[in-house]
């Protein structure tokens, strides 16, 4: 599967829910694909299986772009490259984008997982991108405009404006409610929305009855609730409002 004609940028729910794989589903990541390029947002511990189980060539992705570095966003990263090593051998360049430190908090992660696998073992080109608040960075064919969100007081988490194709997408990352999103999904064709609690969020995340009544507010073309929890997954179908689901996928 490669990427899209022209004009198109399709993306495909891997994992609807949040840390806890609450509801049986798995954990963050959206495979993307523009009319130049196929990438990941966010690459959970459960994304390789995600991909295999939807049929998708692992060897098709060109970049991932990771909103933060929390576990279920970024540690699917090891098994991505280690598959790249060794299952479907990568000669081509690749790219992972994300906040500072990127680079070295994969590394970490990867020597801790694999201690007797050494990164000069890659037999492609590995090329990090620091993604910076407010800075917009071309990636391929999609230019990548991350604003720093509150779901991290030290480090830095990211929402993703994703354009390509002539579309805007929006995708909030972990965060609790921000009322910048107001503005920036204005327009949005599609906006990626956490709402990992229904009631109680301890702060970090965005929760339901909050939201609800915020939503009058959000003028983009289609919204989309992700990241979900298990109380947020009980309520999902009652909610009159759409819910990420494994497997869906959302054509612009
Ligand atoms: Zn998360
Ligand atoms: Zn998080």
């Not at 022209?6 to 806890?20: K, N, R």
């Not at 990636?139 to 929402?159: C, F, M, N, Y």
Request: proline letters at 5%.
């Amino acid at each position: 599967m490669g990427a899209t004609g022209e004009g198109t940028f399709e993306i495909t729910v891997l994992g609807s829910s949040d840390a806890f794989c609450s509801g049986g589903r798995l954990n963050a990541a959206y495979l993307f694909r523009a009319a130049g390029s196929s990438f990941l947002v966010d690459c959970g511990p459960t994304t390789l299986f995600a991909l295999k189980q939807r049929g998708v060539d692992t060897g098709c992705l060109d970049f991932v772009i990771v909103s933060h570095m929390h576990g279920d966003h970024f540690a699917g990263l090891p098994f991505l490259l280690l598959e790249y090593m060794y299952e479907n051998p990568r000669t081509r360049p690749f790219v992972i984008a994300g906040p500072a430190d990127i680079e070295q908090r994969v590394w970490t992660l990867f020597e801790t997982l694999y201690s007797d696998v050494h990164s000069t073992a890659l037999p492609f080109a590995l090329r990090f991108v620091e993604l910076v608040p407010e800075q917009p960075t071309m990636i391929a064919d999609v230019t990548v405009l991350p604003t720093r969100v509150p779901h991290q007081v030290e480090e830095t988490s990211l929402a993703l404006q994703l354009l390509a194709a002539g579309r805007r997408v929006l995708y909030s990352g972990d965060t609790p409610w921000v009322e910048r999103f107001v503005e920036l999904a204005r327009g949005a064709d599609l906006f990626l929305c956490e709402c990992t609690a229904y009631q109680r969020s301890m702060g970090r995340h965005i929760e339901y009855e909050h939201l609800r009544t915020v939503l009058p507010r959000i003028a983009a073309k289609r919204l989309v609730l992700m990241h979900l929890g298990r109380d947020m997954r009980d309520h999902a179908a009652s909610l009159g409002v759409e819910c990420a689901t494994e497997g869906l996928v959302i054509r612009l």
